[in-house]
C-alpha cells in the first residue's frame, strides 16, 4: 500500500517569501503520480501542481515548484513570494492506476501554511 | 464544462440515526467516484470509489456503505451513525489524472 508522509504539521512564513513544504512516499510502483492540494479555510480543494513520475523535469506553476527526488521518494512544493491567499492546509497526495480502471488518490495528513505580514 | 455537486453543506444527526450523503457530477459521463473523510489531523482518507453503476469498493471496514444507482450519482449511507463518524466528507470525480472535489459536508454526531 502507498503511504504519504507530510512531517510539518503547522508552518509560517513572511509575506513575499520564499517556503518549502515537505512530503515523502512509499511504493512499489513505477508509474504513478504526485499532486499538491490547497485547502482553504473554504474546504475546497484546489489543485496546485502535478507531476509524472516519468518525467524527470520538475513541474512549475508560476509561483509554485516542486522539488521532485523519484529516487529518494521525495516531492517537496516551494512556494515563492508568498501571499496572504496561500494561507491554508496543503495535501501532498499520490495517485496510482487501478487495474479494474479508475485512479486511487492517497493523502498526506497536511501542512497548514500561515503567510504572515 | 463538468461541475459536481454535494449536500447537504452541514449535517447534524443523533446517535444510532441514519445517513444519506448525496453527489451528483454534470457535464461528463461514466466518471470514476470517490468518497473521501477528512478527520482533523488525518488527512484525506479514501472510503469508497466506484468505476461504474453499481461498482463499488471499499477502501477501509466502516459503519457506512456507497452506493451508485446512476451514472453520475454517487450516495453514502449509513444505517445507525456513530459518534466516531463525525467529519469532513468530500465527494470527488477524476479525469485522467486530475481529481475534481466538491464543496464537502461537514457531518457532527451527536
Known amino acids: 500500500a502507498q503511504t504519504v508522509t507530510q512531517s510539518q504539521p503547522e508552518m509560517s512564513v513572511q509575506e513575499a517569501e520564499t517556503v518549502t513544504l515537505s512530503c515523502t512516499y512509499d511504493?512499489?510502483?513505477?508509474?504513478?503520480?504526485l499532486f499538491w492540494y490547497k485547502q482553504p479555510p473554504s474546504r475546497q480543494m484546489i489543485l496546485v501542481i502535478r507531476?509524472?513520475?516519468?518525467?524527470?523535469q520538475n513541474a512549475t506553476e508560476n509561483r509554485f515548484s516542486v522539488n521532485f527526488q523519484k529516487a529518494a521518494k521525495s516531492f517537496s512544493l516551494k512556494i515563492s513570494d508568498s501571499q496572504l491567499g496561500d494561507t491554508a492546509m496543503y495535501f501532498c497526495?499520490?495517485?496510482?492506476?487501478?487495474?479494474?480502471?479508475?485512479?486511487?488518490?492517497?493523502f498526506g495528513t497536511g501542512t497548514q501554511l500561515k503567510v504572515e505580514l | 464544462s463538468q461541475t459536481i455537486h454535494q449536500w447537504p453543506a452541514t449535517l447534524v444527526q443523533p446517535v444510532g440515526s441514519p445517513l444519506s450523503l448525496e453527489c451528483t457530477v454534470e457535464?461528463?459521463?461514466?466518471?470514476?467516484l470517490y468518497w473521501y473523510r477528512q478527520a482533523a489531523g488525518r488527512g484525506l482518507q479514501l472510503l469508497f470509489y466506484?468505476?461504474?453503476?453499481?461498482?463499488i469498493s471499499s477502501e477501509v471496514p466502516q459503519n457506512l456503505s456507497a452506493s451508485r444507482p446512476q451514472d453520475r450519482q454517487f450516495i453514502l449511507s449509513s444505517k445507525k451513525l456513530l459518534l466516531s463518524d463525525s467529519g469532513f466528507y468530500l465527494c470527488?470525480?477524476?479525469?485522467?489524472?486530475?481529481?475534481?472535489f466538491g464543496q464537502g459536508t461537514r457531518l457532527t454526531v451527536v
Open positions: 497526495a499520490f495517485m496510482k492506476l487501478l487495474t479494474g480502471g479508475g485512479n486511487k488518490l492517497t
Open positions: 466506484s468505476v461504474g453503476i453499481g461498482q
Open positions: 470527488a470525480w477524476n479525469r485522467n489524472t486530475e481529481a475534481f
Open positions: 511504493t512499489s510502483e513505477n508509474n504513478y503520480y
Open positions: 507531476q509524472e513520475a516519468y518525467k524527470q
Open positions: 457535464g461528463t459521463s461514466n466518471p470514476n
